[in-house]
């Protein structure tokens, strides 16, 4: 397949065949992502952990709220932002030091989701399917943990590979009117912010309300559109945003990345 029928033909994967990834197929897809994938002063300040082993891929599964998709499908790569080899290089070489702030982890997370999509890409022009993991900042310290992340490595997203044993819709996106502005932003009024989410406000509630638990969940909460699905208990609540942003600042501190003490703003 070429670039853009990959992309057209997009679609997140939850249900994967047994069957494995064949060395050489999986060299070549983190070969072709690593190659493909620009990153700041070409540093690479990211790292790409591979968990195939199916005990270790379980205990991630549950770290992941149980997605099982994880158990089913025969790799979960995690990918992290990174100063740590580099940090490690600055210092024999005894250069200045620096990244380990916010500015750093930042940089590092752009690379390793930049290097995250190239695989995507990749992947899906061979036959292989994905599905992106929200929950690896949800549970963040676990997975840290779990994957023994040294100091200046932190988890930013992780992606479920596998041949695909279904085959879902490619999933509408909203109006490109609404996602792409000239020169300046162009606000929203109300009509055309309605008219933005008209067919999302159709399409998406029909979906959430085909799942039975997930209905009557929308019934018990009295929601009854779809904005008010998606903060509500549900969904990505107020309750669970601050919590895992509370849970996300705490460990960047715990790896590194944001200084204890007040910057002095001092010459
Ligand atoms: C950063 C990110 C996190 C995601 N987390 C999850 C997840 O934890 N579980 C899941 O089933 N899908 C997850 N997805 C997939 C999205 O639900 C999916 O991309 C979206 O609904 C659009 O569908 P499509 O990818 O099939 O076009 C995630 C996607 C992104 C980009």
Redesign the pocket.
Same mark, same amino acid.
């Given at each position: 397949m070429d670039v853009s029928e990959t992309l057209s033909t =997009? +679609?997140?994967i +939850?249900k994967f065949k047994a069957k494995p990834i064949g060395r050489d197929l999986m060299g070549q897809i983190l070969k072709s992502a690593i190659d493909g994938s620009s990153s700041s002063g070409n540093l690479n300040s990211y790292s790409i952990i591979l968990t195939q082993d199916p005990e270790r891929k379980s205990t991630l599964c549950r770290m =992941?709220s149980d997605?099982n998709?994880i158990e089913e499908a025969p790799l979960l790569i995690t990918f992290c932002s990174d100063q740590h080899r580099t940090r490690l290089w600055l210092k024999e070489r005894g250069a200045a030091d620096s990244f380990d702030d916010l500015l750093g982890f930042l940089v590092g997370a752009f690379d390793a989701v930049i290097v995250a999509q190239s695989l995507t890409l990749a992947a899906e022009s061979k036959g292989l399917g994905v599905?992106?993991?929200? !929950?690896t900042l949800s549970n963040a310290t676990e997975i840290a943990s779990f994957l023994e992340l040294p100091d200046h490595v932190y988890p930013v !997203?992780s992606l479920v590979v596998g041949y695909p044993d279904e085959s879902?819709q490619? +999933?509408n996106r909203l109006p490109f009117t609404s996602l792409v502005h000239h020169e300046t932003y162009r606000e929203f009024d109300r009509e055309r912010l309605l008219e933005t989410y008209r067919q999302k406000e159709i399409s998406g509630w029909d979906r959430y309300r085909s799942y039975p638990e997930i209905y009557n969940k929308i019934k018990d909460l009295g929601i009854d559109n779809l904005a008010q699905f998606y903060t509500s208990s549900i969904k990505y609540s107020k309750t669970y945003h601050n919590q895992t942003s509370l849970m996300l600042m705490q460990l960047l501190r715990d790896k590194g990345f944001i200084a204890e003490t007040e910057i002095s703003t001092e010459n």
């Open positions: =997009h +679609r997140s +939850r =992941h997605q998709m599905c992106y993991l929200g !929950t !997203t879902p490619v +999933r």
